[in-house]
């Protein structure tokens, strides 16, 4: 089935200190694309996502760029802050063809210190 | 804005014991899917249901079933529990059968510990 494949943490970043956290897909088609994130002690929240080739999704000024040649989604953010701490997973359907499960990357710790 | 609702947030079962979860989707919401996130795991799909019918089914045990009703609310029926079965279960709701643009909103999840 289709899958994610994203950098492993924990990542450790200074306040206003840039984020860059890798997410490379393999899929048959083009799926949508998603990045999810989860707080401590939370569930998930969608925090953005893309549906077609070079869409930029984009919300709380994390943005991602749906890159067809490079198959990647990258999760990326000017300044972190102490808030922005938790976990990051990246996702697409589970098949492209049929149903619209979601299947998770690993996830990515963040914690960013003031 | 109305999220997804779980209950309950927590359970403590013994082992051999049964469980049943409940979920309740958004309003106007018609799909939905269950997924099971271990200790520091990716949450993995379970089973999905559109328009109370099951629409994909994903890596469930056999001791677990689960069902959508007329009102749209699910349950997962979990039986004769072993200790792996410890995990936060999520549920999460969406709009329609299943298209590239649908998103899905998580509730808060059910943590469920088997001693």
């Known amino acids: 089935g289709d899958s994610v494949t994203q950098m492993e943490g924990p990542v450790t970043l200074s306040e206003e200190a840039f984020l860059t956290i890798n997410c490379t897909y393999t899929?048959?088609?083009?799926?949508?694309l998603f990045w999810y994130v989860q707080y401590p002690g939370e569930g998930l929240q969608l925090l953005l996502k893309a549906t077609k080739a070079d869409d930029k999704g984009s919300n709380k000024g994390f943005e991602a760029t749906y890159r067809k040649e490079t198959t990647s989604f990258h999760l990326e953010k000017g300044s972190v802050q102490v808030s922005d701490s938790a976990v990051y997973f990246c996702?697409?359907?589970?098949?492209?063809?049929?149903?619209?499960?979601?299947?998770f990357g690993k996830g990515t710790s963040l914690l960013v210190t003031p | 804005a109305a999220g997804v609702i779980q209950s309950p947030r927590h359970l403590i079962k013994e082992k051999r014991e049964t469980a049943t979860l409940k979920c309740y989707p958004i309003p106007r919401h018609d799909t939905v899917y269950w997924y099971q996130q271990g200790p520091g795991q990716d949450p993995q799909f379970l089973i999905s249901?559109?328009?109370?019918?099951?629409?994909d089914k994903g890596s469930i045990p056999d001791r677990f079933s689960a069902q959508q009703f007329s009102d749209y609310h699910s349950e997962l029926n979990m039986s004769s529990l072993e200790l792996g079965d410890s995990a936060l279960y999520f549920c999460a709701s969406s709009r329609g059968a299943g298209a590239r643009t649908d998103t899905q909103y998580f509730g808060p999840g059910t943590r469920l510990t088997v001693l």
């Open positions: 249901f559109y328009e109370k019918m099951q629409s």
């Open positions: 996702a697409l359907p589970l098949n492209s063809n049929s149903g619209y499960a979601l299947n």
């Open positions: 899929a048959t088609g083009y799926p949508s």
